[in-house]
């Protein structure tokens, strides 16, 4: 059974920081794609960043629009953990940022990640 785990939410004035983490469980973590998706209170789970295995030791990174430029997403495979880096940020930043795995490349869909983590909440104050 994959088990992933948040950590490092909290509350955080706007342009802070933060930087989340997500322990996955498994030894086959390298090839999977890691994903961050978030949901605001009243709102659908949005994408929020992926990190993709390109081959070798080449990953690919995506961003939804809204985080670009201030996210960055990463990952450690001997610790099997990802991490997403937040900086610069603002109110509407808020919500609870979720982890995720998927078998299938480059996707932002929620509906192709089958296994997530309980979630964390990231609280911006303006």
């Known amino acids: 059974q994959v088990q992933l785990v948040e950590s490092g939410g909290g509350l955080v004035q706007a342009g802070g920081s933060l930087r989340l983490s997500c322990a996955a469980s498994g030894r086959t973590f390298s090839t999977y794609t890691m994903g961050w998706f978030r949901q605001a209170p009243g709102k659908e789970r949005e994408f929020v960043a992926t990190i993709t295995w390109s081959g070798g030791s080449t990953y690919y990174a995506d961003y939804a629009d809204p985080v670009k430029g201030r996210f960055t997403i990463s990952r450690d495979n001997a610790k099997t953990t990802v991490y997403l880096q937040m900086n610069s940020l603002k109110p509407e930043d808020t919500a609870v940022y979720y982890c995720?795995?998927?078998?299938?490349?480059?996707?932002?869909?929620?509906?192709?990640?089958?296994?997530w983590g309980q979630g964390t909440q990231v609280t911006v104050s303006s």
């Open positions: 995720a795995r998927s078998n299938i490349l480059r996707s932002r869909l929620s509906a192709d990640f089958g296994y």
